[in-house]
């Protein structure tokens, strides 16, 4: 059975903050999470210029769809 339990990991300590499902002794596995934020990249505007071409009638209906116009 997997299970996750959310708890504050500090000073060594663990301290689980809601009940456990298990009521006898089981092994467990422990992640921690670092929920630091992470400064945004900044993005380089057109680094895809040029990369792809877009059909000329790109916005004209569909075929296919036109019984559902």
Known sequence: M???????F????ITLT?????????EV???FI????KP??????GVVAGKF???DDFDEPLDDLKEYM
């Open 2 to 8: 997997l299970t996750a339990v959310k708890g504050i």
């Open 10 to 13: 500090e000073n060594g300590q």
């Open 18 to 26: 809601e009940k456990p499902p298990v009521n006898k002794r089981m």
């Open 29 to 31: 596995i422990v992640t």
């Open 34 to 37: 670092d929920e630091t934020p």
């Open 40 to 45: 945004a990249k900044k993005r380089k505007a």
């Open 53 to 55: 071409k877009m059909a």
